[in-house]
């Protein structure tokens, strides 16, 4: 199975949340779009600890089985063929959110995230692990 981690389940992995651990540990391959990563950062420069969350996200993104996946011109295409989508049902997400989804839908994964946002993309698979 190929996952794509949200900002929250990668959050929740350094929470000790054994749920994503295991369906990280389970995947066969673990997609962290830049999106995510764009989100992690800016969070981290909010909090005191940058240093240390910064190496465990390198680490992490070391892992076997994990990648960083840019946002490539199908993605970008995709983006836009969802937010035309939620537009038109007159169901908006966070713009963010909508890069997170449009990544996971080009690779073909299924996206490991709390937010029921993400619900209102048409032919997203969204894992909800217990928080």
Known sequence: MKICLDTNAYSAIGKGNAAVTALVEEADEVIVPATVLGEL?????????????EAALNRFL???????????????????Y?????????????????????????TGSRLVSFDTDFDHVGGLV?????A
């Open 62 to 80: 070391a892992e076997d089985g994990i990648s960083l996946q840019p946002a490539t011109r199908d993605i970008a295409e995709r983006y836009g």
């Open 82 to 106: 969802v937010k035309a989508a939620l537009k038109a049902k007159g169901t908006p997400i966070p713009e963010n959110d909508i890069w997170i989804a449009a990544t996971a839908l080009e």
């Open 126 to 130: 969204r894992l909800a692990p217990q």
């Open 41 to 53: 950062v800016f969070g981290f420069l909010k909090g005191t600890r940058f240093a240390k969350n």
